[in-house]
Every structure is written in C-alpha cells, then in structure tokens.
Nanobody
Framework: QVRLVESGGGQVRSGGSLRLTCTGSGFSLEDYAVLWFRQAPGKGREQVSC????????SSPDSVKGRFTISRDNTKNTLYLQMNSLKPEDTAVYYC?????????????????WGRGTQVTVSS
C-alpha cells in the first residue's frame, strides 16, 4: 500500500526555521518526482518545491527560493523540506505528493498520491 505521511509542522515565530518530513511507504521515493505543496486558508494549493527522481533536478518558486530547500534521503525513503527565515505568509498546511513520472510535468493530474498534510503556523 502506497502511503505518504508528513510530519514536522508546528508554530514558530517569524524568522524561525522548521524541517518538514515526508515518509513514503509501498514504493521507492527515489524513482519518482516528489513535491511539496501548501495551502493557506481561503487560498488555492501552491507548489512549494519539487525534486526529480534520482535527485537530478529541483525547483522552487520565487516566493520561497533561497529560504526553502528540498532534499531526499533514499536510505530512509524520506523527503524533507528545510524552511528557514519563515514569514507569516508561509502559514499553511503543507503536503507532499508523488508523481507517476520521474519529472514533474506541471500537471496536477500526474500526482497520484498525496499525504494528509502538516500545519505550519508562523506568527509575527
């Protein structure tokens, strides 16, 4: 059974750091593109970071570039999101997702598994 389980969320002050973890089971995380998304109250889901299979490429939007880093530990079948210099606008539920392919095409329809999310709250 394929599962993705996020953890590591919490409440921090502006400027603080958190590391989110997404643990996969039932499949090998390194063989697929995996992504972090977030959804703030009343807003749509936003892609935060993406890493291709075998760690061949990663990308992040300008809103988090230089502050968030995606990484993967294949020995633990785990995906991480290191978040530094957090801002109140980073407050959201953060989700990890797995693609059916090695690279993310940009189409949400190719994401076949999602975790249930972990809450991140940044206070000013």
């Amino acid at each position: 059974q394929v599962r993705l389980v996020e953890s590591g969320g919490g409440q921090v002050r502006s400027g603080g750091s958190l590391r989110l973890t997404c643990t996969g089971s039932g499949f090998s995380l390194e063989d697929y593109a995996v992504l972090w998304f977030r959804q703030a109250p009343g807003k749509g889901r936003e892609q935060v970071s993406c890493i291709a299979s075998k760690n061949r490429a990663s990308s992040s939007p300008d809103s988090v570039k230089g502050r968030f880093t995606i990484s993967r530990d294949n020995t633990k079948n785990t995906l991480y999101l290191q978040m530094n210099s957090l801002k109140p606008e980073d407050t959201a539920v953060y989700y990890c997702a797995k693609d059916v392919e090695e690279y993310f095409s940009g189409r949400l329809t190719t994401l076949n598994y999602w975790g249930r999310g972990t809450q991140v709250t940044v206070s000013s």
